[in-house]
C-alpha cells in the first residue's frame, strides 16, 4: 500500500504509527503538544525513533472526553500538519470523526484518515475519502457494550464500514482496519479480541492495533497510566504474531525494538 510519498508492505512487515495529539484532554499525553513547536519537535523525535506514519489528532478519544466544534479541531491539526508537511517525508495521518476536518488535513498535506468509528459518525466522511483517494483505517466501535457474540459481531460490525467505504468508492486496496481495543469493549472483551486478532487479519485487509497505554493494560497489571510500557510491548508482540501490521503507539523506540526482534524470530 501507497501511504503518501512511501510504500508500505503490510503482508509480511510491521510499521510504527507514532501518536501526536493536539489536544488538551487526551487521556495520556493531553495539553503536552498543543503548540505547533512542542508538537513539530515530538514528530520529529518519533521519526527519529523510527516512526513511519505520524497520527495527529485534534479530539480526545477517551471516555467522558468533551466534545469540540469543528472549526476548533481544524485551528488544532492544521498548522501542525502544515508545519510537518514541509520537514518530514513520513505520511502524515488525520485521526478524525469529521469529514470537514478531514477535508481540511488532506488540502494540508495529510495522505490518511484514521476514523475511529469507521465511517459511522459522519456520513460524508467515506465520499470525502474516495475524492482524495487516500488510504483509511477504519476502527471497530459502537455505541454499547452489547454482543450476542463478541468476534462475529465484531466481524459484522467492520464488514457494515467496510461496505460504506466501498460504496462511496473507496478502493478495496486502501481500506486498513483496526479491531478497536478499549472501545466499546470491556477488559475481557478486549483481552478476548486480542486473542482473537487472527480472525480480524483474515478479513482480506491489514490491520492496526492500538493498544498504546490503554485501559485494558492498566486494568489487567494494575497500573497507572505512567508505567504501561511493557503491557504495550506485549500486545503489539502478540498482534504481529498474529498478523496486524501497523502499531499504533507512543512509545516508538520501545515498541519498534521488539516489533523488530519479533519480525527476526518469527
Not at 30 to 54: N, P, W
Not at 103 to 121: C, E, H, P, Q, T
Not at 173 to 184: C, E, Q, S, V, W
Amino acid at each position: 500500500m501507497k501511504i503518501g510519498k512511501l510504500d508500505f508492505d503490510l503482508e509480511k512487515k510491521g510499521y510504527i504509527m507514532g501518536i501526536l495529539n493536539v489536544t488538551p484532554d487526551s487521556f495520556s499525553d493531553g495539553g503536552s503538544f498543543v503548540h505547533i513547536d512542542k508538537a513539530v519537535a515530538r514528530a520529529l523525535k518519533m521519526i527519529e525513533e523510527g516512526a513511519t506514519i505520524i497520527d495527529v489528532g485534534g479530539e480526545s478519544t477517551r471516555p467522558g472526553h468533551e466534545t469540540v466544534t469543528i472549526d476548533e479541531e481544524i485551528n488544532r491539526v492544521v498548522p501542525v500538519i502544515k508545519a510537518l508537511v514541509g520537514l518530514i517525508d513520513v505520511p502524515i495521518s488525520i485521526d478524525t470523526t469529521k469529514s470537514e476536518v478531514a477535508r481540511a488535513a488532506l488540502d494540508s498535506g495529510a495522505s490518511m484518515i484514521n476514523d475511529v468509528w469507521g465511517f459511522k459518525y459522519d456520513a460524508n466522511m467515506a465520499s470525502v475519502a474516495a475524492e482524495y483517494d487516500v488510504p483509511v483505517c477504519l476502527m471497530h466501535n459502537r455505541k454499547e457494550t452489547k454482543y450476542q457474540d463478541l468476534i462475529a459481531d465484531m466481524v459484522l460490525d467492520l464488514e457494515e464500514s467496510i461496505q460504506i467505504a466501498l460504496n462511496a468508492g473507496v478502493k478495496k486496496d486502501k481500506i486498513i482496519l483496526d479491531p478497536g481495543i478499549g472501545f466499546a469493549k470491556t477488559l475481557a472483551d478486549n483481552l478476548d479480541t486480542m486473542k482473537s486478532l487472527s480472525v480480524f487479519t483474515a478479513m482480506g485487509y491489514p490491520v492496526l492495533l492500538g493498544t498504546s497505554r490503554k485501559s485494558m493494560i492498566g486494568q489487567a497489571l494494575d497500573l497507572p497510566l505512567t508505567d504501561r510500557l511493557e503491557g504495550t510491548i506485549a500486545t503489539t508482540v502478540l498482534g504481529f504474531v498474529k498478523g496486524c501490521s501497523i502499531f499504533r503507539v507512543h512509545d516508538v523506540k520501545e515498541n519498534l525494538r521488539a516489533l523488530k526482534m519479533t519480525e527476526l524470530m518469527r
